[in-house]
T-cell receptor, first 112, second 113 residues
Framework: QQQVKQSPQSLIVQKGGISIINCAYE??????FPWYQQFPGKGPALLIA???DVSEKKEGRFTISFNKSAKQFSLHIMDSQPGDSATYFC???????????WGAGTKLIIKP | DTAVSQTPKYLVTQMGNDKSIKCEQN?????MYWYKQDSKKFLKIMFS???????INETVPNRFSPKSPDKAHLNLHINSLELGDSAVYFC????????????FGPGTRLTVT
C-alpha cells in the first residue's frame, strides 16, 4: 500500500533548466516531509525538508512547495547542473510512530 | 570520520547460506534503522531500534534478525539466503525516532547466487 506517490520515475533536464519532482500523499497524518538525494553507490542524504504549516521552503537552488489541501508537495531545482544528476526521494513522516514513508524515487539526469 | 559505516560493502554468497552485515555509527544517535533497496531503487524500512530496543519491525521474513549490542551498533543477520534477498541494504541513524534527519551508511550490496 503506497501512501506516498512520486512522479515522474525519471526526468531529463537541460543544464540551466528547472527540474520539478512531485509527490502526493494519501489520507494519513504526516507531520514532516523531507527530500533525500542519492548518488550512485552512496546512501541517501537529506537535501531539504518542510513541515505542513509552511507552504514553501527555499535553500539555495532547491525549493519545496507544499499544498496541504491537495496533499501534494514538490521539489524544484533551479538552474539545474550536471552535478545534480542523482535519484531523489520524497518522504513523509507518520506522526503516530515517526516512521518515514518513502516515495519510489525519481532518477534525474541533467544534460550539459 | 565516517558517521555511519557498514561492512562489508559487497557480499556475494550462495542460496541457503547465513550471512551478517555490521553497522556502526559514531554520531551519538539513539535510533538506528535497516533499509532494503531493491533493483528499482525502492527503499523499504525493515527495522528500527531505539536505545537497543526494537521499535519498528515491518513485514520482514523471520530469516532476518537484527541485533543491537549497544546504541552505536545494529547488525543484520540473514539465515537461509534466497535469490530475492539480493539488494542493497542500508543502515541509517537519527538522533531520536523521527527527529532530525536520518544519516545513511554507504550500503552493502548483497548478491545471492
Amino acid at each position: 500500500q503506497q501512501q506516498v506517490k512520486q512522479s515522474p520515475q525519471s526526468l531529463i533536464v537541460q543544464k540551466g533548466g528547472i527540474s520539478i519532482i512531485n509527490c502526493a500523499y494519501e489520507n494519513t497524518a504526516f507531520d514532516y516531509f523531507p527530500w533525500y538525494q542519492q548518488f550512485p553507490g552512496k546512501g541517501p542524504a537529506l537535501l531539504i525538508a518542510i513541515r505542513p504549516d509552511v507552504s514553501e521552503k527555499k535553500e539555495g537552488r532547491f525549493t519545496i512547495s507544499f499544498n496541504k489541501s491537495a496533499k501534494q508537495f514538490s521539489l524544484h531545482i533551479m538552474d539545474s547542473q550536471p552535478g545534480d544528476s542523482a535519484t531523489y526521494f520524497c518522504a513523509a513522516r507518520k506522526s503516530s510512530n515517526y516512521q518515514l514513508i518513502w516515495g519510489a524515487g525519481t532518477k534525474l539526469i541533467i544534460k550539459p | 570520520d565516517t558517521a555511519v559505516s557498514q561492512t562489508p560493502k559487497y557480499l556475494v554468497t550462495q542460496m541457503g547460506n547465513d550471512k551478517s552485515i555490521k553497522c556502526e555509527q559514531n554520531l551519538g544517535h539513539d535510533t538506528m534503522y535497516w533499509y532494503k533497496q531493491d533493483s528499482k531503487k525502492f527503499l523499504k524500512i525493515m527495522f528500527s531500534y531505539n536505545n537497543k530496543e526494537l521499535i519498528i519491525n515491518e513485514t520482514v521474513p523471520n530469516r532476518f534478525s537484527p541485533k543491537s549490542p549497544d546504541k552505536a551498533h545494529l547488525n543484520l543477520h540473514i539465515n537461509s539466503l534466497e535469490l530475492g534477498d539480493s539488494a542493497v541494504y542500508f543502515c541509517a541513524s537519527s538522533q531520536e525516532p523521527g527527529v532530525g534527519e536520518q544519516y545513511f551508511g554507504p550500503g552493502t550490496r548483497l548478491t545471492v547466487t
